[in-house]
């Protein structure tokens, strides 16, 4: 069993029919093909892949049986997450053999991944491009999280539960259920990471006496701009995803972020015990 890489992040995808371009110029497929092979060429494999939401761009079941497609090429498991653009019924349909999804309502569910236990908060609201967490979806985090004291938790989510001052982005954020999920955290102190999608970027922050992070899209990211009234508008940065690692001595959670592509190396420092000069 691979004792240090534990999972790889993810989010975004935002895969539409074969075919047809995001925007009218981005092809999130082709990005998606490099990202499974960037995934595909890590070093030690790992024990999964979290998707945490927007896996397609409207919920649609040929967006959905294409992105089955696209991500079978992976031999590790995979867990889904929807998001604001997804539709909860699609996917489960195209994806029925994912018995974890669940068979109606938020899709939350725990699974172990090498030594962590992952959380996975449903955000989304049909109809809405923010996102919630009611009473209902918080209580089934509060009772798992009771069932797994003392074990280490990475908890899940679509939309982050913090402002990250790209204001268009941050208008539609986590709505309701921020600061009641930020006191629940603190009385855990075994949650490693909440890890988000949503934003297209790379974000930390401190929230709930741990970590709580966002992941650059495989494809398109929203462009950075803090300006409280920026445009709603998007960049083709170089693409990423996160990578976590179980440092078993000291018992913590490691987190990398991994470009997507491909690139000249790995290339030696030294020979003959010099450094090259």
């Known amino acids: 069993m691979n004792q240090t890489l534990t999972f790889v992040q993810l989010t975004d995808l935002h895969i539409r029919q074969p075919g047809r371009l995001a925007y009218g110029k981005v092809d999130t497929s082709s990005y ?6 960037s995934v595909q060429a890590l070093r030690q494999r790992p024990e999964a892949v979290i998707v945490t939401g927007d896996l397609t761009d409207f919920g649609r079941i040929e967006e959905y049986e294409f992105l089955r497609d696209l991500l079978a090429p992976l031999d590790m498991p995979i867990y889904l997450l929807p998001g604001n653009h997804d539709d909860r019924n699609n996917l489960r349909r195209v994806f029925a053999d994912h018995a974890y999804l669940g068979t109606n309502g ?8 090498g030594p962590l236990q992952v959380l996975t908060l449903d955000t989304s609201e049909p109809g809405r491009s923010d996102g919630i967490l009611s009473d209902e979806r918080l209580q089934w985090l509060e009772r798992e999280l009771a069932a797994v004291e003392g074990q280490p938790v990475v908890v899940a989510m679509h939309h982050p539960p913090f ?15 921020a600061p009641q999920l930020e006191a629940l955290l603190r009385r855990h102190p075994n949650v490693e990471r909440v890890i988000c999608g949503h934003l297209h970027r790379a974000i930390d922050v401190r929230f709930g006496g741990t970590l709580a992070s966002t992941c650059p899209g495989p494809a398109h990211q929203v462009t950075l701009n803090l300006d409280p009234e920026a445009s709603s508008d998007w960049m083709l940065e170089p693409p990423a995803f996160r990578v976590f690692g179980w440092d078993d001595q000291n018992q913590r959670l490691v987190t990398h972020l991994a470009p997507i592509g491909h690139f000249e190396g ?3 420092f030294h020979a003959e015990g010099k450094l090259i000069d």
């Open 32 to 37: 998606l093909r490099t990202t499974v092979e």
């Open 106 to 113: 938020p899709v939350q569910y725990r699974v172990q991944v």
């Open 266 to 268: 790995p290339y030696p």
């Open 163 to 177: 402002r990250t001052l790209i204001g268009h982005m941050d208008k539609i954020g986590l709505s309701e259920g």
